[in-house]
């Protein structure tokens, strides 16, 4: 196949043009979204939707993050990560084959609607994770383009892809949450850098190769701004695999939490690693033929399968 976004082989980093539809639906008067929100997601490369789900599906979605967290004994060692330098958690992957909570909501007419629409296409989960940032201790997730490491040590083929944050937290200015540079969507940058073999073990905890050069971010940031949106728990961030985000640490005592899910579009299925020789584990990037998304309507706390 191939690479029309070649990245980690020439010396110098580069802007490329994008060479995909950032919205793929044609909007209409029954698309899950306005057509001001899609416009916005097309110009930004991201979407906020405010108090998406009710005050009782928030503390369902909370009590099930909790119990999670409290006992990773019961969950695939491998899919939980916790911080370089201490025992903390910091993201536990795989999270909705682990938990049939997290697969209804990943399963949510409210979410996999949308993603259908902004994709244009059937969709299936690439990956999921619940993430943790807790007070004082939770750490820094550096600059970068989720779409080029998808692509360059999972095979992604094109730019068919977005991630929703569900936050479980309040998202305030200062606990940590993520920026985003608006607009950084529309080109794609190069990394610089060989990839060590299983580069995903030192990468989930803290990522080396695979992140931006400071000048080309710092170009980015001065075209573009930073923003930082914020929400209470039941909002959810909406943003194209493409886009340049990252996240301060967070030195409060209030934690940041969120339930994160990667749709991808059927059509855009993973082939061979474009820069490695060996592509991450199945539970960082689903391969093979993934299970589309069923749209499921209604309020959460019902028919979650036991």
């Given at each position: 196949m191939q690479d029309i976004y070649p990245s980690r082989h020439a010396k110098m980093a580069e802007f490329l043009p994008r060479l995909d539809p950032v919205v793929h639906g044609d909007w209409s008067e029954d698309a899950?979204?306005?057509?001001?929100?899609?416009?916005?997601?097309?110009?930004?490369?991201?979407?906020?939707?405010?108090?998406?789900?009710?005050?009782?599906?928030?503390?369902?979605?909370?009590?099930?993050?909790?119990k999670l967290l409290a006992d990773p004994a019961a969950l695939d060692e491998e899919t939980v990560i916790t911080e370089r330098d201490s025992r903390e958690i910091r993201s536990i992957f795989q999270i909705h084959t682990q938990s049939p909570v997290i697969a209804r909501l990943a399963a949510d007419e409210r979410l996999a609607s949308v993603?259908?629409?902004?994709?244009?296409?059937?969709?299936?989960?690439?990956?999921?994770?619940?993430?943790?940032?807790?007070?004082?201790?939770?750490?820094?997730?550096?600059?970068?383009?989720?779409?080029?490491?998808w692509?360059?040590?999972?095979?992604?083929?094109?730019?068919?892809?977005?991630?929703?944050?569900?936050?479980?937290?309040?998202?305030?200015?200062?606990?940590?949450?993520?920026?985003?540079?608006?607009?950084?969507?529309?080109?794609?940058?190069?990394?610089?850098?060989?990839?060590?073999?299983?580069?995903?073990?030192?990468?989930?905890?803290?990522?080396?190769?695979?992140?931006?050069?400071?000048?080309?971010?710092?170009?980015?940031?001065?075209?573009?701004?930073i923003v930082a949106p914020t929400g209470k728990p039941g909002s959810v961030v909406i943003f194209d695999c493409n886009i340049m985000h990252g996240s301060n640490g967070n030195i409060t005592p209030f934690p940041r939490a969120?339930?994160?899910?990667?749709?991808?579009?059927?059509?855009?299925?993973?082939?061979?690693p474009f820069g490695v020789e060996k592509p991450r584990p199945e539970f960082i990037a689903a391969r093979g033929q993934p299970r589309p998304v069923v749209p499921v309507s209604g309020p959460l706390i019902e028919r979650v399968p036991t």
């Open positions: 899950p979204i306005g057509k001001d929100q899609a416009a916005q997601f097309d110009r930004d490369g991201y979407l906020v939707l405010k108090n998406l789900f009710s005050d009782e599906e928030v503390a369902f979605l909370q009590r099930e993050a909790g993603a259908g629409f902004l994709l244009g296409d059937a969709v299936y989960i690439h990956q999921s994770r619940l993430n943790y940032k807790p007070g004082f201790q939770g750490k820094e997730f550096y600059w970068h383009s989720d779409f080029e490491t692509h360059v040590e999972d095979g992604m083929p094109r730019m068919r892809a977005l991630s929703m944050s569900v936050l479980l937290a309040e998202n305030t200015p200062h606990n940590g949450p993520l920026m985003l540079i608006p607009g950084s969507h529309r080109s794609f940058l190069t990394c610089v850098g060989e990839t060590p073999e299983d580069h995903y073990r030192m990468s989930l905890k803290r990522q080396e190769y695979g992140v931006p050069d400071e000048d080309s971010l710092a170009e980015l940031a001065h075209q573009h701004g969120n339930a994160f899910l990667v749709y991808n579009a059927m059509s855009n299925r993973l082939a061979a």
